[in-house]
T-cell receptor, first 116, second 115 residues
Framework: GAVVSQHPSWVICKSGTSVKIECRSL??????MFWYRQFPKQSLMLMAT?????????EQGVEKDKFLINHASLTLSTLTVTSAHPEDSSFYIC????????????FGSGTRLTVV | QKEVEQDPGPLSVPEGAIVSLNCTYS??????FMWYRQYSRKGPELLMY????GNKEDGRFTAQVDKSSKYISLFIRDSQPSDSATYLC???????????????FGKGTRLSVIA
């Protein structure tokens, strides 16, 4: 089945630093990848949609200069949290889908970011 | 009205019980319906995937979609303590030219199966 690998699984960083999270589709080409954020006991909140080779589409209220998304290939998308602050601490999850939408969306295992 | 409504629970059942989880939605354009299971501090895991209306069965899990009522269900038979997790319904629309829309999730229902 489709597998999405997300790294790191957890990271602690100091305020003001940047953190990069990688999302790879291991056995399929992901034409579209999605980035979500999840607070404790809350559902997933979509941050942005990225299509390979084009700029990401950000949801309302998500700062594109703070959350940089790159989708340079059909198997890799990255989310960089720039100048992180404690309020950016959250669980970040990526998801990928193949073209055709016939196999569902596969999620990565998530990255727990703690900014101190 | 939110696009997808799901009772957050928590829902607690004894081992062996039949569990019924439900979502309602308002957007009639949704075509793909999914159920995900999420354990604490993990990414969601796809359980069931259904296109349009109908039933789908996979082991102890049965998914039902009633597009006329805008209502979807997930049934878990012979529930086990290992089924304790949060169950999220999700749905999307597919456009031929632009591909899949992002998933719209319900809030998730927290299920506890007690041994």
């Amino acid at each position: 089945g489709a597998v999405v690998s997300q790294h790191p699984s957890w990271v602690i960083c100091k305020s003001g630093t940047s953190v990069k999270i990688e999302c790879r589709s291991l056995d399929f080409q992901a034409t579209t990848m999605f980035w979500y954020r999840q607070f404790p006991k809350q559902s997933l909140m979509l941050m942005a949609t990225s299509n390979e080779g084009s700029k990401a589409t950000y949801e309302q209220g998500v700062e594109k200069d703070k959350f940089l998304i790159n989708h340079a290939s059909l198997t890799l998308s990255t989310l960089t949290v720039t100048s992180a602050h404690p309020e950016d601490s959250s669980f970040y999850i990526c998801s990928a889908s193949m073209s055709g939408g016939q196999s569902g969306y596969t999620f990565g295992s998530g990255t727990r970011l703690t900014v101190v | 009205q939110k696009e997808v409504e799901q009772d957050p629970g928590p829902l607690s059942v004894p081992e062996g019980a039949i569990v019924s989880l439900n979502c309602t939605y308002s957007n009639s354009a949704f075509q793909y319906f999914m159920w995900y299971r999420q354990y604490s501090r993990k990414g969601p895991e796809l359980l069931m995937y259904t296109y349009s209306s109908g039933n789908k069965e996979d082991g102890r899990f049965t998914a039902q979609v009633d597009k006329s009522s805008k209502y979807i269900s997930l049934f878990i038979r012979d529930s086990q303590p290992s089924d304790s997790a949060t169950y999220l319904c999700a749905m999307s629309v597919y456009f031929r030219n632009s591909g899949n829309t992002p998933l719209v999730f319900g809030k998730g229902t927290r299920l506890s199966v007690i041994a």
